[in-house]
């Protein structure tokens, strides 16, 4: 049984006079512990995609199971405990709160838990300092950098310990240097065990993980594996 199972998935967005189908029948598997790639160009789907797997939507039509329960039968509260212990989620846009320091960012998932950790705090530095900034626990967004914002976001994605990291156009907002510390990140994630997914146009990016899937116009066109390549400074190879 695959972490992630997907079969025939499509979404049709409707409004008053017409619909949009963004989804035209996707079937994928991951399995746990794998690092993959969502690639295509805009309008391809894959933020939607990415929704679907993060129970941020719901497919119009498919069935998606995640870690062996069907997602379309779960009520909204098992929805929302899904999301916040088995995904953590990474963003091209932080969603920090401003004025409030990184410790007290970074628990915020654990807040919306049914009962709140004693050790919350204990286990929000641990996070910060996994992600290299267990100095900068009381600076606020607007005392760090790109980078350090973003690593933030990382630290409050790791904070339930998920069996899942989404993250989308992680780099989006960085430059050069501060992107590859988040894509080093990522590869260290993926090397303790835990599966990453990543949304990204970036090609250099996508070469960080052993599996890139290319959307097109709502299908896969292109699903391809690099596991006997060494997720390091190479990759996989060049298209």
């Keep these: 049984m695959s972490l992630i199972e997907m079969r025939?998935?499509?979404?049709?967005?409707?409004?008053?006079?017409?619909?949009?189908?963004?989804?035209?029948?996707i079937s994928l598997d991951i399995e746990e512990g794998e690092y993959v790639s969502i690639i295509g160009p805009s309008g391809a789907g894959k933020s939607t995609l990415m929704a679907i797997m993060g129970c941020l939507a719901l497919p119009t039509a498919g069935?998606?199971?995640?870690?062996?329960e069907e997602v379309q039968r779960m009520s909204d509260r098992r929805l929302s405990r899904v999301?916040?212990?088995k995904i953590g989620f990474v963003f091209q846009a932080f969603h920090l709160l401003k004025g409030v320091p990184a410790i007290d960012n970074v628990m915020m998932p654990l807040m919306y838990s049914e009962r709140v950790p004693k050790d919350a705090a204990r286990r929000a530095e641990a996070a910060l300092t996994r992600v290299g900034l267990g100095h900068?626990?009381?600076?606020?967004?607007?005392?760090?950098?790109?980078?350090?914002?973003?690593?933030?976001?990382?630290?409050?994605?790791?904070i339930t310990q998920p069996r899942i990291i989404l993250a989308d156009e992680p780099t989006g907002n960085l430059d050069s240097k501060n992107g590859a510390e988040i894509m080093a990140a990522f590869d260290l994630l993926n090397a303790e065990g835990t599966t990453i997914i990543l949304i990204t146009h970036e090609?250099?990016?996508?070469?960080?993980?052993?599996?890139?899937?290319?959307?097109?116009?709502?299908?896969?066109?292109?699903?391809?594996?690099?596991?006997?390549?060494?997720?390091?400074?190479?990759?996989?190879?060049?298209?």
């Excluded at 025939?8 to 029948?25: C, D, M, P």
């Excluded at 069935?63 to 062996?68: E, K, M, N, Q």
């Excluded at 006997?228 to 298209?239: D, F």
């Design 203 to 239: 090609q250099e990016v996508a070469r960080h993980a052993s599996r890139i899937i290319t959307l097109k116009d709502g299908l896969i066109e292109t699903d391809k594996r690099y596991e006997n390549l060494p997720q390091s400074e190479t990759g996989p190879p060049r298209a």
């Design 8 to 25: 025939s998935i499509s979404k049709v967005y409707r409004n008053i006079g017409f619909e949009t189908q963004v989804l035209r029948g």
């Design 136 to 158: 900068r626990l009381r600076h606020t967004p607007g005392q760090l950098s790109g980078g350090e914002q973003q690593r933030v976001t990382i630290a409050r994605a790791l």
């Design 63 to 68: 069935t998606y199971a995640l870690d062996g």
């Design 83 to 85: 999301r916040n212990e």
